[in-house]
């Protein structure tokens, strides 16, 4: 019985560890999954294949609602993606692209 609470409380304390730490990273697990064969790591972009930098100053001047706009909808060599993640999911990872940004 001891083994059981031990074994039922180590459990509780990884899943409240672990649930936080994947709700803060989701943006950067999708731009990981999705986005960083095309515009890198570190949102540098891809010069040969039209990527442009997050860093170039046109992008850091758009809104964030005209940037998960863009996403949603696809444009120029980008596929659009709002059939493959939410507008939640595309807040997200506009917000990991904001912190790139810097
Ligand atoms: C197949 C390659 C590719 C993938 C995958 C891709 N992008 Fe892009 N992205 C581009 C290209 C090319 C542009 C430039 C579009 C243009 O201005 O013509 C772009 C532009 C953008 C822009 C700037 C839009 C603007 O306002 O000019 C944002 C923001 C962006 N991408 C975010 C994302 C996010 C988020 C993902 C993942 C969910 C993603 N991209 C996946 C190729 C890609």
Do not use: W
Not at 22 to 29: H, I, L, Y
Not at 33 to 53: F, L
């Amino acid at each position: 019985m001891k083994r059981i609470l031990t074994l039922a409380a180590t459990s509780l304390f990884a899943l409240s560890v672990v649930a936080p730490a994947f709700a803060q990273n989701s943006g950067a697990a999708i731009y990981k999954s999705k986005c960083q064969m095309c515009h890198e790591a570190d949102g540098s972009g891809m010069a040969a294949m039209h990527v442009p930098s997050f860093k170039s100053p046109q992008l850091k001047s758009e809104s964030t609602a005209s940037l998960v706009n863009d996403v949603m909808k696809g444009k120029g060599m980008m596929p659009a993606f709002g059939s493959k993640l939410s507008a939640s999911q595309v807040k997200e990872v506009v917000a990991y692209i904001h912190t790139l940004q810097k």
